[in-house]
């Protein structure tokens, strides 16, 4: 096998590759060898048919499997011996030309192609002990315990019918409801058997506000208007009428908070329920924390890290963050024009962000790399499980496609590995835990992507 270098530019490479006739020739003769001993044909005892009778008669179709596989064992060898990292699989093109092809299947002319790829940058990691990192921290005060608490029994109240009571705030309604816009019906303006809690949202402005004091047995004609930025655009802004029968109007009861209420939640009394609640809130809180620490890691493994990336790498992460904008327009029946962007303006804006996740992938896989931070079998073998626990009934469905579609596993493998990277460079990393207000914590970070 001969290998030359027909062509590098930046990180994209050609390469030629001849593979002999004579060593084609010699691996024909050793699969039809191979085959001697269990292929029947008229006329020859089994095991005793010629080599040459068996060229003449699965020569050729056996020198297309030999192609194949030499095609596959060859480029490997040829990115191992020079010790290429593609980016991805190579593209291998072999010759077109009719007269070219029959004369390497006939053993008669080496086989020659060209492989090209990119190749995975060489990247130097910055100094990860001199990253500094802000961690927002918050306390949990009664306040937002007794918050907690209230909204607790806000979920659990019960509704008694009353046959004679005028609607009010926080009565929950049973209606069936047809909606026009001028005289037509419209998709999804229709209903039965609603179950409606006035003042709680949930359908459109003036919608609710128009059945406060209504009784059961009541028919009401509500008017309302579609908010001008209503996903379905073909709404959007439209004012439109409902027919409404009131089937059924239910006084709220709150469930007092006292030691009774905190048993059926599973305590032993309020005070141990105050205590799981002041609990699950600071974990909550810690968890906001950490989802902020690690957004704030990866803005500074970007910026510290400059280095060309694999266009092919770049585009195939574009063209699937492109199509899921297109399709979550679609789904809410909405344009780039509706977001204020021209397609190329926000084409633009994607593709800094294709850039930054490849970019940020490269780093997170070299640091993982260096330091030897891998995903155990035990590891992908819980996440496996955890996957299967959501579809209850179906868990051997689950782990045959895990083990049958190694694109998945990849899948399942990769924000493992991301969380050990993220624990590895917290821990060199200089990190300072800055007190805020839960108000401050639950805010979005700017330029989040």
Same mark, same amino acid.
């Given at each position: ?54 060229? /003449?008669?699965?020569? $050729? ?15 490997? /060898? ?166 409404? /029968? ?27 329920? $105050? ?27 970007? /910026? ?146």
């Amino acid at each position: 096998m001969q290998i030359t270098e027909a062509s590098s530019e930046g990180l994209r490479r050609t390469l030629k590759v001849v593979v002999g006739a004579s060593e084609l020739n010699d691996k024909l003769a050793a699969r039809l060898d191979q085959m001697k001993d269990t292929v029947r044909l008229k006329g020859f005892r089994q095991g005793k048919v010629p080599l040459a009778h068996l060229r /003449k008669v699965y020569g $050729r179709s056996v020198m297309a499997e030999v192609v194949e596989q030499t095609l596959s064992e060859t480029s490997q /060898k040829a990115l191992s011996d020079r010790n290429e990292r593609p980016a991805m699989q190579p593209k291998i093109e072999v010759t077109e030309d009719r007269q070219e092809i029959e004369a390497i299947i006939d053993g008669k002319a080496d086989l020659a192609y060209t492989m090209s790829f990119e190749v995975l940058p060489d990247i130097t990691l910055a100094d990860l002990a001199t990253l500094t990192l802000k961690r927002p921290v918050a306390e949990v005060s009664d306040e937002a315990t007794e918050k907690a608490l209230a909204e607790l029994a806000e979920r659990n109240v019960t509704y008694t019918a009353a046959a004679d009571r005028a609607a009010q705030d926080g009565d929950r309604l049973t209606i069936d409801f047809v909606g026009r816009i001028g005289d037509e019906a419209f998709e999804g303006g229709t209903g039965e058997d609603m179950q409606l809690v006035l003042g709680a949202g949930g359908f459109i402005p003036g919608f609710s506000e128009g059945l406060i004091g209504v009784k059961a047995g009541e028919e009401r004609s509500v008017t309302a208007n579609f908010p001008a930025e209503y996903q379905e655009r073909t709404l959007a802004g439209k004012e439109a009428v409902f027919a409404v /029968k009131v089937k059924e109007v239910a006084e709220p009861s709150k469930p007092a908070v006292d030691d009774d209420f905190a048993k059926t939640l599973g305590a032993e009394d309020l005070s141990a329920l $105050r205590t799981m609640i002041k609990a699950r809130l600071g974990e909550e809180y810690e968890q906001i924390g950490r989802s902020k620490l690690k957004r704030r890691m990866f803005d500074a493994l970007d /910026k510290a890290h400059t280095f060309s990336l694999p266009p092919t790498l770049v585009d195939n992460e574009f063209e699937g963050i492109w199509k899921q904008v297109q399709e979550e327009l679609k789904r809410a029946n909405r344009t780039l024009a509706d977001e204020g962007k021209t397609e190329d303006e926000a084409r633009a804006d994607y593709r800094r962000i294709a850039e930054r996740r490849v970019r940020l992938g490269l780093v997170i896989a070299e640091i993982a790399d260096r330091n030897k931070l891998e995903v155990s079998n035990d590891e992908l073998r819980r996440a496996m499980v955890e996957q299967a626990r959501q579809f209850p009934g179906q868990e051997r469905m689950v782990y045959e496609y895990y083990e049958k579609t190694p694109g998945a596993l990849a899948d399942l493998r990769a924000p493992l590995l991301e969380e050990k990277v993220v624990n590895f460079v917290v821990e060199l990393a200089k990190v300072e835990d800055v007190p805020v207000s839960v108000e401050e914590l639950v805010k979005p970070d700017e330029d989040a992507d």
